[in-house]
């Protein structure tokens, strides 16, 4: 009953965690039915009710430290003082270092405690071929209430779930709705992937292709290879990959290729990694992450590797700032450098390749300020030459001709 100008409804506590209870359970129900898809053979739920007892029992024991005169009532005096000094509980009087005190269980209290806990777990099984219909007691009581008072105005009151079950219903619904506006989306994009009715290129123009691992995109008066063609077997471009696709050169390829290790039947897969990506994403981060952590341990050494890193960053900021450059990353830390501890390799974990290039020079300028240390290390010896080089061949490939005058290979080389 609602009170006088308030509208507020007066709901008993226990009718309330009854409630609460029931909405749990219909929660629990409703995310499992999702999880399955709405398919009722794989709707699996099982209801456990599961009574755990736990039973301990404590002892205090309380005691303290007494002295002869103070046990001087106990008949066993000296058998006590004999059992204290072998188990060394003895010590002098705070107040009168004369006299010696000692440990006595004066009294043994014991406290039985007993502690019933109960557990609910939501889980029913079906099994079966298409599985049954779902029952499920609910946890609100609509028969008899004993717990509440009998002139209590709720008792009087109808408990129609009708709405509730009404709004479990609808949130099916809208699940399985959207389930099968997914599997609609699957299927039309699989018929499209499968279909042979690709797009037809209307220029005049022959078509030299768009991929350089296949022909997809190649396009004659006599020959037509489309693109648009998606699958897994039935495009014509996917005969054409690998040892099917049609060589880069006209010529036999350059004397290069005929001093050069590699596959005969297969002279343009060499040619197929990218270099500055091998470096940018690849070579180049990995030894950075290993340089970086090894030569803040001898050159910076400030007791712990996070305060390491704090002043590599210090250091990093000035050198960005007095170079004039910019690091996508921000900041070094544990992170980007890829160390969790020492038994793991470590390797940098930024994004942009530009970021390498970045670093490099920051690794070698920061070992150039150390000159002493370095010549002392041969680690670090090793690691100035290898940066050094690195940058050297990176910074010559960059500036060079598409084709590569003899110094610059020259340069390459000694590099």
């Known amino acids: 009953m609602p009170k006088e100008g308030s509208g507020t409804l007066e709901v008993p506590a226990n009718v309330m965690e009854m409630w609460e209870a029931a909405g749990t359970q219909r929660d629990a129900l409703f995310s499992m039915w999702a999880k399955c ?14 009574s755990k007892k736990t039973r301990s029992k404590k002892l205090v024991v309380k005691g303290g430290f007494y002295s002869k005169e103070d046990m001087k009532t106990e008949p066993r005096i000296e058998k006590i003082v004999k059992w204290a000094e072998s188990k060394r509980l003895v010590r002098p009087c705070e107040y009168d270092s004369d006299t010696m005190e000692y440990w006595v269980n004066t009294r043994t209290e014991g406290t039985l405690t007993k502690e019933d806990i109960d557990e609910i777990t939501t889980q029913k099984e079906y099994e079966g071929d298409g599985g049954t219909d779902l029952e499920m007691k609910p946890l609100v009581q609509m028969g008899s209430a004993p717990d509440l008072d009998p002139a209590d105005p709720m008792l009087g009151m109808a408990q129609d779930l009708e709405g509730v079950a009404n709004q479990v219903n609808d949130y099916l619904r809208e699940t399985l709705r959207a389930k099968n506006s997914l599997q609609n989306f699957i299927d039309r994009l699989r018929t499209a992937a499968g279909s042979k009715n690709e797009k037809r290129a209307s220029s005049k123009k ?5 991929c350089w691992l296949c022909r997809a995109g190649f396009e004659t008066a006599t020959e037509h290879i489309a693109f648009e063609h998606l699958g897994l077997w039935e495009p014509d471009w996917i005969r054409t990959q690998g040892l099917a696709n049609t060589l880069p050169w006209l010529s036999p390829g350059g004397p290069i290729l005929q001093y050069m290790l590699l596959e005969e039947d297969d002279a343009p897969s060499f040619f197929r990694p990218d270099l500055f990506h091998v470096y940018h994403s690849g070579v180049g981060k990995d030894f950075l992450g290993s340089s970086f952590i090894y030569a803040i341990q001898i050159l910076l050494n400030r007791g712990g590797v996070d305060r390491n890193i704090q002043a590599l960053n210090d250091l990093l900021k000035a050198f960005l700032r007095r170079r004039k450059l910019y690091l996508h990353c921000r900041t070094l830390s544990p992170d980007t450098l890829g160390y969790s501890s020492t038994k793991e390799y470590p390797e940098g974990h930024w994004s942009k390749n530009q970021d390498t290039a970045v670093l490099m020079r920051f690794l070698v300028e920061l070992l150039e300020d150390h000159p002493r240390s370095v010549s002392s ?19 010559t490939s960059f500036q060079a001709d598409y084709f590569m005058s003899s110094a610059d290979c020259q340069k390459l080389l000694r590099s």
Do not use: H, S, W, Y
């Open 206 to 210: 022959d078509q030299p292709g768009c």
């Open 37 to 50: 898809g709405g398919v009722k053979a794989v709707f699996i739920e099982r209801v456990v009710v599961m």
């Open 377 to 395: 290390d041969a680690m670090l010896t090793e690691m100035l030459l290898a940066a050094r080089a690195m940058g050297n061949f990176m910074r």
